[in-house]
DNA sequence: GTCTATAAGCTGATAGAC
DNA sequence: GTCTATCAGCTTATAGAC
């Protein structure tokens, strides 16, 4: 089992992301991990350092993204875009905790937000060579993940219009063969 | 001097723009409206009746706005493009609000934002022929919109990479040309 | 490291005067 | 239509026992 304050962190995030911030409570979150709200609080001092422990780990899991989509076989502008898919992945979840924070005033999700989405158009711009192409693949990624965070909160609604994964891929291909040569 | 309903409602879509959905109490929004609480809570009886206000106005405002899309000189794409960079514009603000308290939780919200969304996708669609390229396009101005919602909060972040519009819509333009023939 | 008990402040909402 | 006064509930955080 994982130690307690890994337990903590989890539900944190889990419950911003199911419920929002608000319902993020101590008492909330101290209840999912199964710890007094005491215990909770001696792990993190207040609701401000569960956020700092959040943004700690999103830095952490967006610096191994950003190695794999170095790595990508087909290349870190599809690899990025399919990754843009809400799958809830660890990753997935401390972004749209991030997101929900940084949209409740916490301005140290919004720092390390910035910092995680430069990084990405970073990667982009050095594998495309082009900043406009990079800038709107990137823009294509931000809008799949806004439509996630749309959904991802409230139940799934059936009349949303899904994306085509396979679809976007080949306009991404489009984009990438018509790039101005540099 | 505008009516002190529509004082009101202003109040709340200022605040929830500006601080987020938590600092936006009965008591900041009557104090912004300059009225007492209990004048707010004449006008809207409960901050969920605030929310149905401020959903009535997104949706006259986005049905207003699909007029002047069909309508527009450089086509549809280009308009919806050019007008998702965040500008302050009443249906920004709207929009802008109504996404932070869907992400609350106010689940009315996220069903006008959906309404409004699906209904910029079929103009686009009905514009491009093409369903993969008109969801490329909503997906680039919904990045653009993603990346106005993490800017609009917090103070201004001069190490941000900004989008150059010029750039973005040539590579609108380049997304059209290359769209497979109906 | 983890718990219980408690304090102090804020928030949404009601009741009733004007 | 608008105000003041007030309440009940919730939330963060502290203090101190085990």
Redesign the interface.
């Known amino acids: 089992m994982a130690s307690a304050r890994d337990r903590v962190l989890d539900s944190f995030v889990a419950i911003v992301c199911e ?5 993020a409570t101590l008492d909330a979150v101290a209840a999912r991990a199964g710890v007094s709200k005491g215990g909770l609080l001696y792990h993190f001092g207040s609701k401000a350092a569960l956020v700092e422990g959040l943004c700690e780990r999103l830095t952490d899991l967006s610096a191994l993204d950003i190695e794999r989509m170095r790595a990508a076989e087909d290349g870190p502008a599809r690899y990025f875009v399919e990754n843009c898919q809400f799958v809830g992945s660890e990753l997935d979840l401390a972004l749209l905790a991030a ?2 924070l ?4 916490y ?1 140290e999700a ?2 390390t ?2 910092d995680t ?2 990084a990405w ?1 970073a990667t982009l711009v050095e594998a495309l060579g082009d ?3 990079a ?2 693949v ?10 996630a ?2 959904g991802a ?2 139940d799934v ?1 059936p ?3 899904s ?2 994964m396979a ?2 891929l ?2 991404v291909d ?2 990438i ?2 790039k101005p040569a540099p």
Do not use: F
Not at 102 to 105: D, F, H, L, M
């Open positions: 419920e929002g911030e608000r319902p997101s929900r940084q949209q409740a005033g301005e919004g720092r937000l910035d989405e430069n158009l900043v406009p192409t800038q709107a990137k823009l294509l990624g931000d809008g799949l993940y806004h439509a965070s749309l909160a409230s609604r009349d949303r219009a994306v085509d679809a976007l080949q306009v489009r984009l063969a018509t």
